[in-house]
């Protein structure tokens, strides 16, 4: 006896509907499930100072970092404010002396950027001291 039938032969046939349905489910599933987390700015608190001012000031130079990134040299604002400029008036400031501290004033909203200019161009002229001026508490007293 032959029960194996010649011809037509039903091929297993997959049911897609069901299977897209399924995936459906799963997929609102996941999205009404997951929490999404917003992530602000990050709010920085610059730091405050309250230390006293030396009684010694040996030969300083101011260098102002504006928050538009402008720079002052002692109160003199600077044409250009690329770093090649900085360094030249930085030594025109300190006259060539070593012994000279570089006091940063930069404003809260400075750019970092500005800030690490004004040091390399200290470094490139030859002026290893720096320091950063910082307001007191609430007095608004320059220290450093």
């Known amino acids: ?9 039903d091929e297993p046939e997959i049911n897609l509907i069901a299977f897209i349905d399924i995936l459906l489910v ?3 599933f996941l999205v009404l499930t997951t929490t999404y987390s917003k992530f ?4 920085v608190n610059l730091p405050v100072a309250d230390a006293e001012a030396p009684k010694q000031n040996p030969r300083e130079v101011v260098v102002a970092v504006g ?5 002052a040299i002692n109160r003199r604002v ?3 404010s690329s770093v090649e400029q900085l360094t030249a008036a930085l ?5 060539g002396g070593r012994e000279t501290v570089v006091v940063i004033s930069a404003d809260a909203a400075a750019a970092h950027q500005a800030v690490i200019n004004v040091m390399d161009a200290a470094r490139r002229a030859g002026l290893v001291q720096i320091t950063f001026a910082t307001q007191q508490g609430s007095a608004g007293a320059r220290t450093r």
Do not use: C, P, W
Request: zero cysteines.
């Open 1 to 9: 006896m032959n029960f194996h039938t010649r011809g037509t032969r």
């Open 26 to 28: 799963v997929v609102i």
């Open 40 to 43: 602000t700015e990050l709010k």
């Open 67 to 71: 928050a538009d990134g402008r720079y």
């Open 78 to 80: 600077l044409e250009g």
């Open 91 to 95: 030594q025109e400031s300190a006259e």
